[in-house]
């Protein structure tokens, strides 16, 4: 049976920290400011580009829609982070299957992937669950649109609170290391995760 490796998508893969930040600087708001209130909105399910407006709404004097629309598109156009386009040729050169399971819309992750699409056999998303991340719910709907064996899956992010506590519970979990958190077993690149499938 082929290993199975799923991947968060914004933060791991791409660099969300990049788009988000720069936006916002824009008004001179503190994108950690902006992801208390992300982690808050997720909680509810509706599309995520309009949590992403709402949570802009939340932190700028004078929203509008033109800006919501703005943002939510600098948000789509978040780019890879170096090491993830090597990761990822190395992995599509081995017997592993890839998957996606973000909390977004088919929509954004569109324009995200533009051009990438081809390295993954699954992308999931929370439009595909009605469930986001953190709950277990939306990794156990997306295994089960997999229709895959827990036991063969890895799943890697670079967060504990958005993926890794919850998804420990259902497989094997791997930290990608881009921030200050911790976990059982880490990787600082993305090529590096090769050496656990060996």
């Known amino acids: 049976m082929k290993k199975i490796l799923t991947f968060d998508l914004y933060g ?71 090491d993830t386009l090597i990761g990822l040729k190395l992995l599509k050169k081995m017997n592993v299957k890839l998957g996606i399971i973000s909390n977004t819309e088919k929509r954004l992750i569109k324009i995200t992937l533009s051009g990438l699409e081809n390295f993954f056999d699954w992308i999931i998303t929370a439009e595909d669950t009605g469930i986001y991340k953190p709950d277990i719910g939306a990794f156990k709907k997306a295994y089960d649109i997999m229709n895959v064996n827990l036991k063969d899956v890895i799943h890697v992010s670079a967060y504990p609170n958005y993926d890794l506590a919850t998804a420990k519970n259902l497989v094997r979990t791997v930290m990608l290391k881009r921030y200050n958190y911790s976990w059982d077993e880490e990787i600082r690149y993305l090529s590096e995760i090769i050496k656990i499938l060996i």
């Open 12 to 82: 791991t893969l791409f660099d969300w920290n990049y788009s988000i930040g720069n936006f916002l600087k824009l008004f001179n708001i503190n994108i950690h400011e902006f992801f208390k209130i992300e982690f808050e909105e997720i909680k509810n399910f509706r599309p995520y580009s309009e949590i992403l407006k709402s949570c802009l709404n939340k932190l700028v004097k004078d929203y509008n829609e033109d800006l919501g629309d703005s943002f939510v598109l600098s948000f789509a156009k978040s780019p890879p982070f170096p």
